[in-house]
């Protein structure tokens, strides 16, 4: 049980609870990341790079429906929580490539594994969400 699911506990001192996330609270940073992580584009861009490394273009052919700002942004988020690389080459026309660092793959592998449950399940939740 954790301290959350304990209203009579005493809170966590904040530096404790910044060495383990704590999605529950309302401040905590996790939930940005959280955000970024389950977001549709997150879930499918780190799904996409667990394949390997891809081109911007090729992210946005792969991921169908992706505006380039939403792509550009999804990346910018995931670069930035530490699992997204951008490698930029000094070529004309300029040449960068996007692939997972060992956190983004650890992650990626953990979304794929909900998104794979709910491609095979898809039959069912259309099942449960239509009426009687």
Known sequence: MSM???????????????????LFSEHCP??????HVTSRWGVLVLVALLGGTHRF???RRKVGGVSEKML???LQWLEGDGFVDRKSYPVVPPRVEYSLTPLGREV???V?????????????IAKADSPL
């Open 30 to 35: 996790s939930r940005e990341v959280l955000k």
């Open 57 to 59: 273009s090729d992210l």
């Open 72 to 74: 550009a942004q999804t």
């Open 108 to 110: 990626g592998e953990k």
């Open 112 to 124: 794929e594994i909900l998104a794979d449950w709910i491609e095979f399940n898809l039959p069912r």
């Open 4 to 22: 959350t699911d304990d209203p009579t506990a005493t809170p966590l001192p904040l530096s404790i609870r910044m060495q383990r996330g704590d």
